[in-house]
């Protein structure tokens, strides 16, 4: 027997089966609404029956009218019994409707209607590449929004039906099964899916990963771990890309951090390109022009923006750099090699960097800067926790992180940065603001749990805000498109598009992409290969593509000018 004729079989009997259960709910709703209208119209007869014996005469509308009214508690006081008899009936006839109208109406409208229309769903027959989201909580939202801007369909498996009905009202599509249920999964089409990401804890993401690959042997998962000793585990259960995020997030905060001497620091790549980011604090390049600098001649590098503040902004030849500028620049691994060896004799500074919170960021970020030479002093009300495995940092500091004598001690008027990795986003602000008071001249690299406090934290002195939710979806996304993680600064991204037919032929000065919509272009892939941070001569080809930077805004300009 072919495969698909043993595979057809148990689909067509689960149709069958999901038909006669179809029929089923519509008999239970007919009869249940059969049965409310012979209550209604038994207490319209009683209604009349008892008007009569008042001395009142009504006709059969107001009847239906008082009955409703009175069953839905909206009785406007209108028509009412003089008699006790009477009162006793309407009393009657309330709770009735309580029972009937707001207690099994709803039950039975999401029992027998809406759960199975949500739980029917099915993917369209043909769609392919859409995204699965294996629980509603945590990343899912955001990721949904990411999606949502670059038009990749999703479906949310949610259990829970309360919360799939809420979810769908707010426009997300979601399908609601059992997140541990291969049959959810056949029916979302995971084996056409372009991911499922597994997020939830990790002995659920273990269970998750291990039902998709039967489901789905070739599609690709996501699955995020809490702890380090699941990553293996869930790699064992299927997982093609498994994401700890404390200490993915550690180390992104330690890479952003100046320590010992200026140099560059990484924070994505692209092919044979690198995007860093390059210190101006005690180096000639401070309040001068970009123009002045001459680093595309001299080096061959290209700055495409500076980050102000956190917030990432496209840069122009006109623009000055400050003190506390942090340029973002692009080229090759040489170019970049030949920039930090500019570098090297500028702020030089080699004493201990402070990392404040002894968890699994602080550990992360503690372990990365160790392993690179780099003295730590680790701040921490408890002192090291459980998390950190193998030699301790150079000094342990226990006590409040806002003592300004703890701090002293540990060395904060003379350290080259400090990490602020507390779970709590209201702790890092104060103490953003604290460091900020004591050390002017301190780079604060902070992490920031829930998104809505980056623009705060920014305001509270931080020269870098790191978002857990935000480092999570661009993992994801990276992975969905197949490249690199690069984190530029919120809703800033790479994107590669193929040159418009209305830009063929001309250069890219002509095209003046950066002037009309505020994309950067980094790169262009010719037949050639690719040629990184171009000339405003270079001439753009038939069957080219464009590497650019900027946000959702300045693709959508792009698209309206170009496309």
């Known amino acids: 027997m072919s495969r698909t004729s043993r595979d057809s079989a148990p689909m067509r009997l689960a149709d069958v089966f999901a038909q006669r259960q179809r029929r089923h709910n519509t008999r239970v709703l007919l009869l249940y609404l059969a049965f409310v209208v012979a209550v209604v119209a038994v207490w319209m007869l009683f209604f009349h029956l008892l008007m009569r014996a008042e001395g009142q005469s009504h006709s059969w509308a107001t009847g239906l009218y008082w009955t409703l009214s009175t069953m839905t508690t909206l009785g406007v006081g209108d028509i009412v019994f003089v008699g006790d008899l009477g009162r006793l009936f309407t009393t009657l006839v309330l709770l009735s409707g309580i029972l009937l109208f707001l207690v099994v109406l709803p039950f039975a409208f999401i029992r027998y209607l809406y759960t199975p229309w949500i739980e029917g769903q099915r993917v369209p027959p043909r769609l392919a590449g859409h995204v699965l989201i294996a629980g509603s909580d945590g990343i899912a939202l955001p990721l949904v929004a990411k999606l949502d801007l670059h038009d990749v369909p999703y479906f949310v498996i949610e259990a829970d039906t309360q919360r799939a009905a809420a979810l769908q009202a707010e426009g997300i599509s ?4 059992e997140i541990d249920d291969r049959t959810t999964y056949d029916h979302l089409r995971a084996a056409t899916a372009g991911m499922v990401v597994a997020n939830c804890d990790d002995a659920t993401n273990t269970n998750i990963a291990l039902t998709v690959r039967e489901a789905a042997a070739g599609t690709p998962i996501v699955a995020l771990a809490e702890s380090e000793r699941s990553v293996q585990i869930l790699q064992l259960a299927g997982a093609t890309h498994v994401f700890a995020l404390k200490r993915r997030l550690g180390e992104h905060l330690a890479n952003r951090l100046n320590a010992g001497h200026a140099q560059t620091h990484p924070i994505g790549s692209f092919r044979d390109l690198t995007i860093a980011e390059m210190p101006v604090h005690h180096t000639p390049f401070a309040g001068r022009p970009i123009r002045e600098l001459k680093l595309r001649d001299s080096i061959g590098v290209n700055i495409i923006g500076v980050l102000e503040q956190a917030r990432f902004v496209a840069a122009g030849p006109d623009t000055v750099l400050s003190e506390h500028s942090v340029p973002v620049v692009v080229g090759t691994r040489a170019q970049i090699a030949a920039l930090d060896e500019f570098l090297v004799i500028y702020d030089a500074n080699y004493s201990p960097v402070i990392v404040i919170g002894g968890g699994k960021v602080g550990c992360a970020a503690s372990h990365l800067l160790r392993r690179r030479g780099v003295p730590v002093h680790l701040v921490d009300r408890a002192g090291l926790g459980a998390d950190w495995s193998g030699e301790p940092p150079v000094q342990i500091f226990t006590g409040d ?27 890092n602000i104060y103490l953003a603001v604290h460091c900020r008071q004591l050390a ?91 040629v990184p941070n171009p000339g405003a001569a270079t001439i753009l080809e038939e069957g080219g593509s464009l590497l650019m930077i900027g946000d959702q805004t300045h693709l959508s300009a792009f698209m309206r000018e170009y496309a």
């Not at 870098?464 to 935000?470: E, G, K, L, N, Q």
């Not at 984190?487 to 002509?510: D, I, N, Q, R, T």
């Open 174 to 177: 979601i399908a609601a099964g």
């Open 401 to 427: 992180a806002a003592d300004a004598e703890l701090l002293a001690r540990a060395g904060l008027g003379e350290a080259p940065g400090v990490l602020l990795t507390t779970s709590d986003d209201a702790t």
């Open 440 to 530: 002017p001249e301190l780079r604060i690299v902070s992490r920031v749990t829930h998104d809505r406090n980056i623009d705060v934290m920014r305001r509270a002195g931080a020269d870098i805000a790191v978002s857990h939710t935000s480092l999570a979806v661009e993992s994801i996304f990276a992975a969905l498109r197949g490249h690199e993680l690069v984190v530029l600064g919120e809703g800033v991204e790479l994107h590669e598009l193929p040159v418009p037919e209305s830009l063929v032929g001309k250069s890219l000065g002509e095209a003046a992409t950066r002037e009309r919509t505020g994309l950067n272009v980094i790169a262009i892939q010719h037949r050639g290969g690719l």
